[in-house]
């Protein structure tokens, strides 16, 4: 039992991270119907910056973090403006393969200019484990502080999304960009500003990784960039609930199936995941039945 | 206008690319030179051990050279960068083959990367020395158990270094309770993990776990969890120092705090960056060499080293430093710098006096040399034992 619980705190930690990145997927889909594959470098590259803050710039935890979510939130409207907004009307496999090759190049001019080497993260605050029930069950600071931030960010987004102007004209965008653009709301500048909510979310998440594991390298946005998709499509693409509890569940199964089976199945299990929510249904658990336009 | 300006942005893209792969295109030919392959592992998941070694292989040839080189020649180090990949080793290997012409090649640093192109070699008829390739199948075709006739080693092999922690966990440590958790991607760890349990279960001890990681992970918290509560009193990580670094780390702070150990793949200043010094402590590896030890020439090594890089040598170091006079020995008795003499040269190797040890190459191309045990002790390595073949 004791053993159970160390697991769950194990996969919870592992899958606020999936949340925080899901959500740009997710956040981006809903609008534009675009898988973004540049997301998990963005991620990346939020973990670089978070380190150049840290390491360079000299800030502490707080400062870092924010200063990192606004690199990539100004990078994720460039990414938009430059490689996407061109070929907003195109037919969507041209859009698709072109975000494959922005993620492509993200990575490789990363590794160019930094290097491929792993580096690692420097400690911003004292590392401390707490020990419950005699030693059985332990929880660092750092898996507190990965919960509580992903916690008070899905908050934050919550509430921008539902309760202010520009969350509103995001829903908007999203139930029918024609009808959203007669109306008055600027599109362009609403599809901007997803690009900038979810890559900020992406670079909190990068930055967390970098304490949370001690190492950032120009290829770490891959896997987690997969397992955050699988993730979203698990818990309905386009749902930002969904997006959150996907990721909780992705990162407590990848848990248990390495606690209780073999770590050699974990990152097969995510994807097997992801066929059968295909295949069972496609919506997510979350998902909205999509509504026939007559 | 919007057109415009993305054919800007890709045409600028396009001509910085161009201007890159031109600026490294340029090669310096010499024809009174001995050319000699150095593929290795200067960047990637194990890149501390390739720039080592390049260290060490670049002090070995910059000190013949100054002393006038080998049979009237001077040695050429043509390197190139294998990225830790697989793929890219066998690459390297084909394009110092056939366009840079070498008589031979030094490397890999890893057991996987030197396996994926010894047949390579072996095809075009050049010989092949590995600093550190540990793995027994690298000179000795596990298909056939033939000894492959171009490849070459100067470092032990895994069944001594993981026999050798197996006996040192029994004997020394006095423990009987082990898990083992290896990079099921390597060669080179699955390799040692197997030694290390047969040995161990030989010597009267017991296996409580044998899991797997890859290469990729980074999470090893489910796993060590799982460890944990098997109460094993030592674990044997026999792994590459980017994901043992992770692994100890982990394990500490999930309150695992039994001895643990590896092989020589742990031996880099990464290990200690990732893992921290404190959660270090109470680690043990098998090494080629420590630069603590008082033989003089050990110590000689250490200092020239030390001049001309401004560290301390690991072991990587040394065997690099090591690999280059077991060649030049070859090329020495050659007469010729050629590769099919080198290749016979080589066989032949006997009791060439390197930093580690005393080198001769056996039947199977592998030299019989001792191996030391370190501890970790606040993040610096110190001297534990010694074992002799």
């Keep these: 039992m004791m053993e159970f619980i160390q697991q769950l705190i194990n ?128 929880i660092s600071n750092r898996e507190i502080l990965i919960i509580a931030v992903t916690v008070i960010l899905m908050i934050l987004l919550q509430y921008i999304v539902h309760n ?67 993730s979203a499509v698990l818990g309905g693409i386009g749902s930002i609930p969904g997006a959150m509890t996907g990721g909780l569940i992705l990162g407590i199964t990848e848990s248990l199936v390495s606690g209780y089976g073999s770590s050699l199945y974990r990152d097969p299990v995510a994807f097997v995941i992801l066929i059968i929510i295909l295949l069972v249904k496609p919506s997510g658990l979350f998902g909205k039945n999509v509504r026939e336009k007559v | 206008m919007r057109k415009g300006f993305v054919r800007v942005v890709a045409l600028g893209l396009l001509s910085f690319l161009l201007l890159f792969t031109s600026a490294c295109g340029n090669k310096s030919e010499s024809s009174n030179a001995i050319k000699i392959g150095a593929n290795l592992e200067l960047s990637g998941n194990v890149a501390t051990l390739g720039q080592s070694g390049l260290n060490g292989i670049m002090l070995a040839v910059d000190e013949i050279n100054n002393a006038g080189g080998v049979l009237g020649k001077k040695i050429e180090i043509v390197k190139y960068d294998n990225k830790s990949d697989n793929t890219e080793a066998a690459s390297v290997a084909t394009r110092l083959i056939t366009q840079d012409k070498v008589v031979a090649i030094i490397g890999s640093c890893t057991s996987g990367n030197t396996l994926s192109y010894v047949n390579i070699a072996e095809t075009n008829k050049v010989p092949v020395i590995s600093p550190s390739a540990t793995n027994p199948d690298v000179t000795v075709d596990p298909k056939t158990g033939k000894v492959r006739e171009y490849i070459f080693r100067t470092c032990f092999i895994d069944p001594f270094q993981g026999t050798a922690m197996a006996k040192f966990v029994l004997n020394e440590l006095k423990l009987k309770k082990v898990a083992v958790l290896k990079d099921n991607t390597a060669p080179y ?152 003499k080198i290749k016979e040269a080589l066989k032949t190797t006997k009791d060439v006096e390197g930093v580690t040890a005393k080198i001769s190459l056996d039947e199977n191309h592998n030299p019989a040399k001792s191996l030391v045990i370190l501890e970790y002790k606040d993040g610096k390595q110190t001297y534990k034992a010694y074992v002799n073949p």
């Excluded at chain 1, 925080?20 to 997301?39: Q, S």
């Excluded at chain 1, 924010?66 to 409207?77: E, H, K, N, T």
């Excluded at chain 2, 990729?216 to 094993?232: A, E, G, M, W, Y």
């Design chain 1, 11 to 138: 996969g919870i930690s592992v899958g606020s991270i999936y949340a925080l990145i899901a959500l740009g997927y997710t956040m981006v889909y809903g609008i534009i119907k675009l898988i973004n594959f540049a997301h998990g470098d963005v991620y990346m590259l939020g973990a670089f910056a978070g380190l150049y803050a840290t390491l360079v710039l000299k800030m502490s935890f707080v400062p870092a973090l924010i200063f990192s979510m606004i690199v990539c939130a100004i990078l994720g409207i460039f990414i938009e403006r430059l490689a996407y907004r061109p070929l907003r009307n195109s037919p969507k496999i041209v859009i698709l393969i072109t975000a494959i090759g922005v993620s492509l190049l993200l990575e490789y001019t990363t590794m160019f200019f930094l290097g491929p080497q792993p580096r690692a993260f420097p400690k911003v605050f004292k590392e401390i484990s707490y020990s419950l029930l005699g030693g059985k069950i332990t």
């Design chain 1, 164 to 230: 202010t102007k520009i969350g509103k004209a995001m829903r908007a965008v999203s139930y029918d960009m024609q009808a959203a653009r007669l109306m008055g709301i600027n599109v362009d500048t609403t599809i901007s500003i997803t690009f900038a909510l979810g890559s900020a979310l992406a670079a909190a998440a990068g930055v967390l990784v970098g304490i949370y594991y001690n190492k950032v390298f120009p290829l770490m946005g891959i896997m987690f960039g997969l397992k955050a998709f699988v």
């Design chain 2, 189 to 340: 760890s699955v390799g040692l993990a197997k030694f290390f349990v047969e040995a161990f279960k030989a010597g009267g001890g017991e296996i409580l776990a044998d899991e797997n990681y890859t290469t990729q992970d980074q999470d090893f918290r489910s796993v060590l969890t799982k460890i944990k509560n098997l109460k094993p009193e030592f674990i044997y990580v026999p792994g590459y120092y980017e994901q043992v670094g992770q692994i100890v780390k982990q394990a500490r702070e999930l309150g695992i705090n039994v001895p643990m150990g590896g092989g020589d793949g742990w031996d880099s200043p990464k290990l200690v960056e990732i893992a921290g010094a404190a959660a270090l402590n109470n680690t043990f590896i098998t090494n080629h060499y420590s630069s603590l030890m008082p033989d003089p020439k050990v110590q000689d090594f250490v200092k020239k080293y030390k001049e001309k890089y401004g560290s301390e040598p690991d072991a990587m170091a040394a065997v690099g430093y090591d690999t280059v006079l077991v060649l030049v020995d070859a090329i020495k008795r050659a007469g010729e710098a050629t590769p099919e």
